[in-house]
């Protein structure tokens, strides 16, 4: 996702923040600019806020005591550099994990409940489904596995695609070409690339004759589809 920085707004930038303080995230949770002083904060969320950072600092104490109790050794030193406190940083992946049953829909900004939520399957990646349940409990660690297993199909989606579009470029190729030995020079361009449109007007023509619904096959979609199909055969 590209993002400037210099022009997102204090929700946008600290879910680009490597490491986050509690009282920073606290603040954000409840629509506050994480920097805000705490004598600024209105009277009427310093309650929450205040809630929030309780929270944090057990939850967060407790994923400590499990990662020690481990021997987790490398791990607290990359989540907690320092002791568990609402100054101390840390790592930003287990902190918004934490946060994931604070956020209220009605107050937490869409930018910090959305980093939230993509927080969860690092996480259960990264660190396991003890780690996260600590975070969450039960419902992130559901979230963190149905998320894994849409990126996977969608993966599969994706390299399935790309086949489709593979073979779609062979066979346009291959049909220009054999086409062309009749010295017909529509088929292939002077770059040595087939031409989209007698490939198209074959498409028509075939499903016309054979009662084929024109539904998906208009002009605009097939030029389109042969047209990454015969790029496709460029790439790796």
Not at 80 to 107: G, H, R, W
Not at 118 to 136: Q, T
Not at 171 to 190: Q, Y
């Amino acid at each position: 996702m590209d993002f400037n920085f210099s022009k997102g707004d204090a929700f946008e930038r600290i879910t680009h923040y490597p490491q986050i303080e509690i009282k920073e995230m606290a603040r954000v949770l409840a629509s506050l600019d994480p920097n805000i002083r705490s004598d600024q904060i209105p009277p009427e969320k310093s309650a929450i806020v205040n809630e929030y950072n309780t929270y944090l600092v057990r939850v967060n104490r407790m994923i400590y005591n499990l990662l020690s109790s481990n021997g987790k050794n490398k791990e607290l030193n990359l989540i907690y550099p320092k002791e568990v406190a609402t100054n101390s940083p840390i790592e930003a992946n287990i902190l918004f994990s934490s946060c994931f049953i604070l956020i209220e829909k009605d107050l937490t900004p869409k930018p910090i409940q959305d980093r939230c939520l993509s927080a969860l399957p690092i996480v259960f990646k990264k660190y396991g489904e003890a780690v996260l349940n600590y975070c969450g409990g039960e419902q992130a660690i559901d979230i963190a596995k149905n998320s894994i297993k849409g990126k996977r199909g969608e993966h599969k989606k994706q390299e399935e695609n790309a086949s489709l579009y593979k073979i779609i470029g062979i066979l346009s190729s291959h049909i220009a070409k054999e086409r062309a030995k009749s010295g017909s020079s529509k088929w292939i361009k002077n770059s040595g690339l087939p031409s989209i449109d007698p490939i198209y007007q074959l498409i028509q023509n075939y499903a016309r004759d054979n009662q084929i619904t024109p539904k998906g096959i208009g002009k605009s979609t097939c030029y389109e589809k042969i047209k990454l199909a015969i790029l496709s055969l460029n790439d790796d």
